[in-house]
Nanobody, 121 residues
Framework: QVRLVESGGGLVQAGGSLTLACEAS????????AGWYRQAPGKERELVAL???????NYTESVQGRFTISLDNAKNTVSLQMNSLKPEDTAVYYC???????????????WGQGTQVTVSS
């Protein structure tokens, strides 16, 4: 069973930085795609950033130039470096990953439990 565990959330002032980390444990052959989502109170969960094992990355427009996602298949980790944080970045951030446990098995999708990020003005 694959498990995703996030860490690194917290309270930060506007303009500050945080780095979120997501560690995947269990039997893992490859993380083919990983993403960070966030959900603010009263809003739907949205995709913030994603990365594929081939090196493709994509960001939602509101975080472009401020956030950087990094997928490391050697360590089974995906991180999100967040700079120039704004109050509107306040949300619960979730790690999501498409994982193959062995080469021939189908890819399955997994979610972490979430970590709170609060940006004060």
């Amino acid at each position: 069973q694959v498990r995703l565990v996030e860490s690194g959330g917290g309270l930060v002032q506007a303009g500050g930085s945080l780095t979120l980390a997501c560690e995947a444990s269990g039997r893992i052959f490859i993380i083919s795609r990983a993403g960070w989502y966030r959900q603010a109170p009263g809003k739907e969960r949205e995709l913030v950033a994603l990365s594929t094992s081939s090196g493709f990355t994509n960001y939602t427009e509101s975080v472009q130039g401020r956030f950087t996602i990094s997928l490391d298949n050697a360590k089974n980790t995906v991180s999100l470096q967040m700079n120039s944080l704004k109050p509107e970045d306040t949300a619960v951030y979730y790690c999501n990953a498409d994982v193959k446990v062995t080469l021939p098995t189908p890819t399955r999708n997994y979610w972490g439990q979430g970590t709170q990020v609060t940006v004060s003005s």
